[in-house]
């Protein structure tokens, strides 16, 4: 059968020499209808014996070319009739041109006709196999080239992006659908749509749903580069990163749905962000809020009146950053701070020089995600509400003096992620408790070498 | 409002130039009007996009420039081939046929030189650092290594203009000033961007136009403070001339200007003004910032011996954190003498002991003061140097030369992943293999973390609008936390 195959490759090659052959046939016929030119006539049937003969061979080898396999699908079957009539009638034009069937070759011109119209067909039909459907029109003026099409299917919106149909199958159509797509199926296969890609080519299917180790598609894209049966056997390959996304869809199920994942693996997460802009990783919360509550401007006077200063983080973020004067406590900063308390992300009374006691007053700190309070005296129970921020990330008790069970008041808190306590006034016992039971939180002591 | 003062500025000054029809002579003139320009911006919070773009992670940078180029191959990119083949040639192929220095591109043979010193892996990322930097070892988890940064100059004073200005020709803004001008100023006493410069080191030369402000307006330009009497040139008042003396001049000073102002509207007066003011109050509050003398002796113990000596890299790291810690924005280290053509082995170890426990020391003291909150610190030179030996290679001696093709830097603090190495280089430690970081990349990078989108902050200057990172540049997303 190789050798079968071997022949079989030279198909495309000595088919050219019919097609020549019968065309020349056609110009002596025609050129013989003009009297000067009768002579042109005699050449004809000996024209027409050569291209009978290497039609026939170039057919045997076309059939045994279709048992390479390479070619499948209906294009072919085409192709496969319209070659071995195309041969018989050109066997019958040159019986009829030796005039041994007598009356019967008045009809040559007719069958002349014929043969060149049937011989332009098949040979488009060949031309598609080997290079695709397409190939004559994809440049015709007027015509969507493929970059247009590539172009309009990039996907958007990340939660509505499919992982098969707007991240595999752009790779499949850049990498392998050049010789199994709807235009050509090398070895029946056609990975132009999912149902397609899904009815697997003539060495069955591609994947094993959930077992990428197992699928037929990831052990010919991993096979090494110089084995017959890697895939593609010519041009780009499929990289690291491509392989591995395929290999996580089928493993994942190779679902047609299958949409991104909250929690995908690690290096699918960086994948998706290298190579799509498709960032999963968690926000900090200031990220996920600030777009849409922005303080009046009124608000933020106030309280630069009372000696705060605040800064708006930026101009899509209107949620602030407020230092506190160092004063001590004024008459009026309670009302002065309640209605920016909702506003406040980062809040430091480094600086300040008073009692912070009346701070446990002001409720609600809905976006309060880091809190200084370095070198203050501070009353745990006072302070409950500021400390149980639902939103706070890190709090600054840096060389501060903490009365009162501060554990308690932590311990339920979800987004606490830094705890600064280094010169406070707890104790080696109290820090060993708090970094116990916090475990998700990283306790700065301070730092000695 | 304050970003349409600042535009007005712009158009201003402008047309006072153009006015004037003085052409070079306007400009000088201008710098004349504006010596004092050098002593730092005024008004807080007075940047020109007023506020940043997007909400930042880093307020505060300090930037350990460790200029001459470290070698990456003897600190932190190990690389054990070289060391089983040292000696052998460096494959041609390695090479790629690309640009060498004249120093070591004449030489017959290019003999691949493994490191000398141990390396071992640290902390629970695993980090690779070798024995020569024993105090950033122990805090390797909190720090960010960047193993596959790459520049375009292949000399010193293009490489480092490059690094701080976007553009390895002379005469661009550096980082600091980009930011002054940028977000402005967060302490009205003192500049938004000051550079400290190890004292009584040689190599190869510093020049101020590294943290000039270029063409923008001259308040963005880094300050430079000292050790010693004078921290500040020129701004102690002379002998015989006390405060109430300054402050009656300055007075008369700003009655005068106040008049000229009236007459011709021309902000640049008025920044003159400021910039006056400024300097009176940095006569306070620069000595403050300096006087280290209240830090406690387990602070020294931290940052090292070397601390207690002003002028020295570890006492500038001290410094550095005083500064932060008073809201400056940008903070430039300089530590010369890295430039280890030959004899590396022997001139590496003083140098990595000059620099490893201060900067190890910067970032815990940072930490638990809460400051690595909002702060970024920076340590790195301008290039990497080569992984064959420059000049005969012996047992006990060899020498890099330049190698803008990958070096390494690394960064802890806000808004980016600690305990991680990003990039690669090949097994020669030659050329970057896996996720390269250009010089334009890290800037936009920068950038991104202190909330400005780094394509929209420019200034137009002859016709054309600059920005930090020229054209190019692209945030490095993989960094970030």
């Known amino acids: 059968m190789d050798l079968a195959i071997f022949w079989g490759r030279f198909h495309p090659l000595l088919v050219h020499l019919p097609i020549g052959l019968l065309i020349g046939v056609g110009i002596t016929e025609g050129m013989a209808l003009f009297p000067r030119f009768k002579d042109w006539g005699k050449l004809s049937s000996v024209l027409l014996l050569v291209a009978f003969v290497s039609s026939l061979l170039a057919a045997w080898m076309g059939l045994s070319l279709e048992h390479a396999g390479r070619y499948a699908g209906d294009a072919l079957n085409r192709h496969k009739w319209m070659g071995p009539t195309l041969v018989a009638l050109t066997g019958l034009l040159w019986i009829m041109k030796k005039g041994w069937l007598g009356d019967l070759s008045k009809w040559s011109p007719v069958g002349m006709l014929m043969a060149l119209i049937l011989m332009t067909i098949t040979g488009h039909r060949g031309g598609e196999l080997t290079h695709g459907e397409g190939y004559l029109s994809q440049f015709m003026p007027g015509s969507k080239t493929m970059e247009d099409e590539l172009i309009a299917e990039t996907p958007q919106d990340h939660d509505s992006i499919k992982i098969f149909q707007d991240l595999i199958q752009p790779v499949f159509e850049e990498k392998c659908m050049h010789c199994h797509g709807n235009e050509r199926t090398y070895g029946g296969l056609n990975l132009g749509s999912l149902a397609k890609a899904q009815a697997g080519g003539l060495h069955g299917s591609l994947w094993v749903r959930g077992n990428p180790e197992e699928s037929e598609i990831i052990k010919r894209l991993s096979l090494q580069r110089t084995n017959k049966k890697y895939m593609p056997p010519s041009g780009e390959p499929l990289t690291y990163p491509q392989i591995r996304l395929l290999s996580w869809w089928i493993e994942s199920g190779a679902s047609a749905k299958a949409g991104i994942p909250e929690n995908p693996p690690k290096d699918i997460m960086a994948q998706l962000e290298n190579r799509y802009g498709i960032d999963l990783s968690e926000k900090s919360y200031i990220e996920s809020i600030g777009e849409k509550i922005f303080p009046d401007e009124e608000l933020i006077q106030r309280l630069a009146q009372h000696g705060f200063r605040v800064e708006a983080l930026a101009q899509n973020n209107g949620l602030l950053a407020v230092e506190a004067p160092d004063t001590s406590w004024e008459e009026g900063f309670v009302e002065v701070l309640q209605p920016a308390a909702s506003f406040i992300t980062v809040l430091n009374f480094q600086k300040y020089k008073g009692s912070l006691v009346e701070i446990g007053k002001i409720q609600d700190w809905p976006h309060l995600t880091q809190l200084t309070l370095m070198g203050q005296e501070i009353e745990i129970d006072k302070l409950n509400t500021i400390l149980k921020a639902p939103h706070l990330e890190s709090l600054n008790l840096t060389q501060t003096k903490i009365k009162g069970d501060l554990l308690a008041v932590l311990q339920g808190s979800e987004h606490l992620k830094t705890l600064y306590v280094w010169e406070s006034s707890l104790n080696e016992k109290q820090i060993s408790e708090l970094e116990r039971q916090l475990p998700n939180v990283e306790l700065v002591k301070g730092f000695k070498w | ?481």
């Open chain 2, 1 to 481: 409002m304050s970003h349409c003062e600042n535009q007005n500025k712009n158009y201003s000054r402008r047309d006072f130039l153009t006015k004037t029809s003085l052409g070079l002579g306007a400009l000088t003139f201008s710098s004349f009007l504006n010596p004092m320009g050098v002593l730092g911006n005024t008004v807080p919070g007075d940047g020109i996009l007023g506020k940043p773009h997007f909400a930042p992670k880093v307020k505060r940078i300090i930037y350990l420039f460790q200029s001459g180029a470290p070698s990456q191959l003897d600190l932190f990119d190990h690389k054990p081939i070289l060391q089983q083949r040292n000696g052998e040639d460096l494959p041609a192929s390695v090479f790629g046929g690309q640009r060498l220095t004249g120093m070591s591109g004449g030489q017959a043979t290019f003999p691949m030189a493994g490191s000398q010193f141990h390396f071992s892996q640290h902390g629970e990322s695993g980090a690779w650092i070798s024995d020569l930097m024993p105090y950033t070892a122990k805090i390797a988890d909190e720090l960010l290594f960047v193993k596959s940064m790459y520049t375009e100059a292949i000399n010193h004073d293009p490489a480092i203009t490059f690094l701080q200005t976007g553009s390895q020709f002379p005469g661009r803004p550096s980082i600091g000033s980009w930011l002054s001008y940028g977000l402005g100023s967060d302490n009205e006493n003192l500049p938004a961007f000051v550079v400290l410069v190890t004292k009584n080191k040689t190599g190869q030369p510093l020049y101020n136009r590294l943290w000039g402000n270029g063409f923008l307006p001259p308040e963005h330009q880094g300050v430079q403070f000292r050790s010693g009497k004078n921290p500040v040139l020129y701004l102690a008042n002379p002998p015989g001339v006390n405060e109430s003396d300054r402050r009656r001049q300055l007075d008369q000073i700003a009655k005068l200007q106040q008049q000229k102002y009236d007459e011709y509207q021309d902000p640049e007066i008025l920044a003159r003004m400021a910039q006056y003011e400024m300097a009176f109050r940095m006569q306070t509050s620069v000595p403050e910032v300096m006087d280290v003398s209240g830090e406690p002796d387990y602070i020294y113990d931290l940052y090292g011996k070397d601390s207690r000596t002003p002028g020295t890299f570890a006492a500038n790291c001290l410094l550095a954190r005083r500064l932060i810690e008073r809201d400056v924005k940008f903070v430039q280290l300089y530590h010369q003498g890295w430039d280890h053509h030959g004899a590396l082995p022997q001139n590496i170890p003083g140098q990595c002991q000059e620099t490893d426990q201060g900067s190890a020391a910067l970032i815990m003291d940072l930490k638990q003061r809460g400051l690595l909150e909002d702060t970024l610190v920076i340590w790195g030179g301008e290039f990497g140097r080569t992984s064959y030996s420059q000049g005969t290679l012996t047992k006990t001696t060899y020498g890099r030369d330049h190698h803008p093709r990958c070096f390494t830097l690394f960064m802890a603090g806000a808004g980016i992943k600690k305990g991680m190495s990003y990039g690669r280089t090949d097994d020669f430690g030659y050329n970057v293999v896996e996720n390269g970081v250009h010089v334009h990349d890290f800037q936009a990078t920068l950038m991104h973390l202190l909330g400005i989108d780094h394509e929209r902050l420019t200034y137009k200057f002859q016709g054309r609008r600059y920005r930090l990172t020229d054209v190019h540049g692209k945030v490095v997303k993989d960094l970030l936390s």
